[in-house]
């Protein structure tokens, strides 16, 4: 069953220090890729998506994400983390060609980031 | 101000009882979906409807059912037969439920089975 792997489960930063979250999928054909952000007490919202192109994508509040096809990964990236980046992070997959346009989301990804 | 209501933001239940969570989005999206957010489980799709009066089961629909009368209104019934019914659900909706569609996502119902 296609699955999507989101190995650090919890992460403590202090602030300025830079992020890397890493997210694979199983899945060998098409797929679109999603960062979503869930910030304590608020909606999960979107972050950034890949469909096509550029696999360096960049996103709100300066993430950015890296397609990289013989990997299986997407992981987000931020180069300098901020007190309020503290949130929970889910990485998510559409694959083409199912049955349905089925979003397939990781565990998660708690980050503190501490001041 | 467009977007996805759900309420109540808090339910509490007796054991036995069914009970319905409300979707409500006014931004035109033909797609909608429920899923459900466990600690350490990420999101899990309960059900998903693409169309007005038309929907499928997702991953966990066993204990759950929905309807999808109206195209802004999606409720989810939790019944009796949800073992263990206490979680985070959150509704979303897409504009067309294609593979390039964006999910957004409505603030969440936490229900907690007393």
């Known amino acids: 069953a296609q699955s999507v792997s989101q190995h650090n489960h919890h992460v403590i930063l202090s602030e300025a220090a830079s992020l890397e979250l890493g997210c694979n999928y199983s899945?060998?054909?098409?797929?679109?890729l999603f960062w979503y952000v869930q910030y304590p007490g608020q909606h999960l919202q979107l972050l950034l998506k890949y469909f096509s192109g550029d696999p360096l994508v960049k996103g709100i509040k300066g993430f950015e994400a890296e397609f990289i096809k013989s990997k299986f990964s997407f992981n987000l990236r931020k180069p300098s983390v901020q007190w309020s980046d503290t949130a929970e992070y889910f990485c998510a997959v559409i694959i083409y060609g199912g049955a349905t346009n089925k979003l397939i989301f990781g565990t998660g990804t708690l980050l503190a980031v501490q001041p | 101000d467009g977007g996805i209501t759900q309420s109540p933001k808090y339910l509490f239940r007796k054991e036995g009882q069914n009970v319905t969570l409300s979707c409500e989005q006014n931004l035109n999206h033909d797609a909608m979906y429920w899923y459900r957010q466990d600690p350490g489980q990420g999101l899990r799709l309960i059900y998903y409807?693409?169309?007005?009066?038309?929907?499928q089961k997702g991953d966990i629909a066993e204990g759950y059912s929905v309807s999808r009368e109206k195209k802004e209104s999606f409720p989810l019934t939790v019944t009796s037969a949800q073992k263990n019914p206490t979680a985070f659900y959150l509704c979303?909706?897409?504009?067309?439920?294609?593979?390039?569609?964006?999910?957004?996502f409505g603030p969440g119902t936490r229900l907690t089975v007393l």
């Open positions: 979303a909706s897409s504009a067309s439920g294609g593979y390039t569609d964006t999910q957004y």
């Open positions: 409807s693409q169309i007005v009066n038309d929907f």
């Open positions: 899945y060998g054909g098409t797929v679109n």
